[in-house]
Each structure stands twice: as structure tokens, then as C-alpha cells.
């Protein structure tokens, strides 16, 4: 089975523009999450959906993110405008179902300068 | 306050050097604890689920327990490829569903 796809997985933007990170889960799983991970933070929850709805985005930093799940195989985060702090590596995961285990994508690498 | 920490933050063994990595934990309830690996440059992959206290897994050179405060990953005569880092993650019962992960292990084994 093919694992949680992610894209871009590096991205290199300025200052100002929008970027747009996209998610396909894994077939059959009902929740996919957003994660950040930077050295100084780790891994932080930044929204995750169960059946394409959010159910907590309290961890997304500020307005400028948004995130949406317009079916069950696909999502964006998108963050607009970026900032040079917003540089981190960007992870999507998926589950079953709640106690089931998550599972990662290889991540979207994301500068911006 | 739901917490995670694990300990050391970092930890070099000579190869076959066994080593045990520490995972503690504070939370109301507890749904569930995940441990994965993170290669650099990849994403975190799923080593085991604990759910609960007693409970063990094992994996090759890898076995994980847990207790109602902490959980350990114990490391039998690593080689130079279990280097990684572990991370370590709680699903607490309380408020919505998610996962919240320790700052992880960075493990270096030399040969």
C-alpha cells in the first residue's frame, strides 16, 4: 500500500509569498493531521480532521495558516502570507482510527527567505 | 498539563553496547504510547503501540515497555545502522484526539 504522499517536499520561497503544501493520506483512514517539527519546538499538532471535518486547530500559529480537506484523499496547508520564521519541515499523517497508530509522510521541507 | 520528555537528548554506544532510552510521561488518562524512528531528512516511522501498563514489544534489537509513569526502548547489542533518532509520543484520553510527542533520542552507534 502506498504510504501518506506529500508535496512539495522542498520548497524554497520569499518572503510575502504563498505556499501551499498538499497531502494525500493513506486510503481508508478517517484522520489526517498536520504537524510542524523544527529543532527548537519538535513535532507540533497544527490541525488535524477526522471524516474531512477539523476537529482542532487550536496549534495553528496565526491567521495566516489554513488548512482544508475538501475530500477524503486530499488536503493543503496553506500559509499566506509566509515568513522566514515559518521555515520548517511540514509533515502530513493519517489513522484509522483514534488509539490506532499515525503515519507520517516524508514531509515538506520549507524555507523561506 | 499533558507532558512528554524523554531523556537522554542524545547518547553514543559503541556497537553491542546495550542502552535503554527514557520516555516519561504525564497525562490524565492515557489512550495509547507510540515510539518511531527518524532518519534524517524522513518522516518519523512507526516502531511500536503500548497501551498499557506491563505491556511489552519487541523488534529485532528493539523491545519498549511501559509502566503507568514512563516507558523504556531498550537497545540489545545496536549496530551502526540503529542510529536515529526516537521519538516518543502520548495519546492522552482527555479533550480531542491527538498525539503529543517528546523532543526525542538522538542515538549514534559507532562501529
Known amino acids: 500500500d502506498a504510504g501518506v504522499i506529500q508535496s512539495p517536499r522542498h520548497e524554497v520561497t520569499e518572503m510575502g509569498q504563498e505556499v501551499t503544501l498538499r497531502c494525500k493520506p493513506i486510503?481508508?483512514?478517517?484522520?489526517l493531521f498536520w504537524y510542524r517539527q523544527t529543532m527548537m519546538r519538535g513535532l507540533e499538532l497544527l490541525i488535524y480532521?477526522?471524516?474531512?471535518?477539523?476537529?482542532?486547530d487550536s496549534g495553528m500559529p496565526e491567521d495566516r495558516f489554513s488548512a482544508k480537506m475538501p475530500n477524503a484523499s486530499f488536503s493543503t496547508l496553506k500559509i499566506q502570507p509566509s515568513e522566514p520564521r515559518d521555515s520548517a519541515v511540514y509533515f502530513c499523517?493519517?489513522?484509522?482510527?483514534?488509539?490506532?497508530?499515525?503515519?507520517f509522510g516524508e514531509g515538506s521541507w520549507l524555507t523561506v527567505v | 498539563e499533558d507532558q512528554v520528555t524523554q531523556s537522554p537528548e542524545a547518547l553514543r554506544l559503541q556497537e553491542g553496547e546495550s542502552s535503554s532510552l527514557n520516555c516519561s510521561y504525564t497525562?490524565?488518562?492515557?489512550?495509547?504510547l507510540f515510539w518511531y524512528r527518524q532518519d534524517p531528512g524522513k518522516g518519523p516511522e512507526f516502531l511500536f503501540t503500548?497501551?498499557?501498563a506491563g505491556e511489552e514489544k519487541e523488534k529485532e534489537r528493539l523491545k519498549a515497555t511501559l509502566t503507568k509513569k514512563e516507558s523504556f526502548l531498550h537497545i540489545t547489542a545496536p549496530k551502526p545502522e540503529d542510529s536515529a533518532t526516537y521519538l516518543c509520543?502520548?495519546?492522552?484520553?482527555?479533550?480531542?484526539?491527538?498525539?503529543?510527542f517528546g523532543t526525542g533520542t538522538r542515538l549514534k552507534v559507532l562501529a
Open positions: 486510503s481508508g483512514h478517517d484522520y
Open positions: 480532521f477526522n471524516n474531512n471535518v477539523p476537529i482542532d
Open positions: 499523517a493519517s489513522s484509522l482510527a483514534p488509539r490506532n497508530t499515525i503515519y
Open positions: 509520543a502520548v495519546s492522552p484520553t482527555s479533550g480531542t484526539y491527538k498525539y503529543i
Open positions: 497525562v490524565s488518562g492515557l489512550r495509547g
Open positions: 503500548l497501551y498499557s
